[in-house]
C-alpha cells in the first residue's frame, strides 16, 4: 500500500529560528501533498496545498511568508516554520495519494505527523 | 460548501458492545466519504470509504459503515468493541465533482473520541 514518511516526529526549537518539516512519499509519486495543522483535541485545519513544480496553494489566514512550502519532486514536500513562535507550536501532519489512483482507492495517506514545540 | 459533521465529541461504550459514531455530511454532487482513525501523536490511519455502489462499506479492523443519502450520513459502526479500538476518529468528505484535479481536498470533521471501557 501507499507510505508517506514525515520527519522529524518530534522537534522543540526556540522562538525566532525555522523548522524544515519533510513528507515523503516511499512507493508512489504523488504530484499533490496537503498540509494540515492540528490544534490538541481539535480537528484538523488545512493549511495548503503543496503542488510539485509549482507555487503552494494556501488556505485562507494562513500565512505564506510564515508557512513555506516547496514540493521539489514528485515524491518529496517540505513544510519551513519560519521565525517560529510559541503559538505556532502544534501537531503538523501531511497527507498524499499516488497519482494514478487520484484517491479512488486508497483515500489518502498520512504522514504519522511533526510535533513541533516553540520554546 | 462542502461540510461534515460529527456531534458526538466522545462516544462511550463497554467492550463486547456494539458502536456507533455518527457522521453527516452536506456536498453539493455526489459524496466520496472517508473513515480516519487517529492514535495519541499519530498521524491518520485510513479505516474504509465510500466512492460508489453499495452503501454498506467494509473496512479495516472489523468497522463498516453505511451510506445513507437520503439522511446524509454516513455512520461508522462495529459489532463488538475492542479496548484496542479506543482512539480519535475522523469523517471526511470530498466533492467527486473536483476529482481529479488538484483541488481535491478532504474536509474533516471535527473528531469523535472513541472510549472504549474494559
Known amino acids: 500500500g501507499a507510505v508517506v514518511s514525515q520527519h522529524p516526529s518530534r522537534v522543540i526549537c526556540k522562538s525566532g529560528t525555522s523548522v524544515k518539516i519533510e513528507c515523503r512519499s516511499l512507493d508512489f509519486q504523488a504530484t499533490t501533498m496537503f498540509w494540515y495543522r492540528q490544534f490538541p483535541k481539535q480537528s484538523l485545519m488545512l493549511m495548503a496545498t503543496?503542488?510539485?513544480?509549482?507555487?503552494?496553494?494556501?488556505e485562507q489566514g494562513v500565512e505564506k511568508d510564515k508557512f513555506l512550502i516547496n514540493h521539489a519532486s514528485l515524491t518529496l514536500s517540505t513544510l519551513t516554520v519560519t521565525s517560529a513562535h510559541p503559538e505556532d507550536s502544534s501537531f503538523y501532519i501531511c497527507?498524499?495519494?499516488?497519482?494514478?489512483?487520484?484517491?479512488?482507492?486508497?483515500?489518502?495517506?498520512f504522514g504519522s505527523g511533526t510535533r513541533l514545540t516553540v520554546v | 460548501a462542502q461540510s461534515v459533521a460529527q456531534p458526538e465529541d466522545q462516544v462511550n461504550v463497554a467492550e463486547g458492545n456494539p458502536l456507533t459514531v455518527k457522521c453527516t455530511y452536506s456536498?453539493?454532487?455526489?459524496?466520496?466519504l472517508f473513515w480516519y482513525v487517529q492514535y495519541p501523536n499519530r498521524g491518520l490511519q485510513f479505516l474504509l470509504k465510500y466512492i460508489t455502489g453499495d452503501n454498506l462499506v467494509k473496512g479495516s479492523y472489523g468497522f463498516e459503515a453505511e451510506f445513507n443519502k437520503s439522511q446524509t450520513s454516513f455512520h461508522l459502526k462495529k459489532p463488538s468493541a475492542l479496548v484496542s479500538d479506543s482512539a480519535l476518529y475522523f469523517c471526511?468528505?470530498?466533492?467527486?465533482?473536483?476529482?481529479?484535479?488538484?483541488?481535491?481536498?478532504?474536509?474533516f470533521g471535527t473528531g469523535t473520541l472513541l472510549a472504549v471501557q474494559p
Open positions: 471526511a468528505v470530498r466533492d467527486h465533482l473536483n476529482y481529479g484535479g488538484a483541488t481535491n481536498k478532504l474536509i
Open positions: 497527507s498524499a495519494h499516488p497519482l494514478q489512483d487520484r484517491g479512488a482507492n486508497y483515500g489518502y495517506t
Open positions: 456536498v453539493s454532487g455526489n459524496p466520496y
Open positions: 503543496s503542488n510539485e513544480g509549482s507555487k503552494a496553494t494556501y
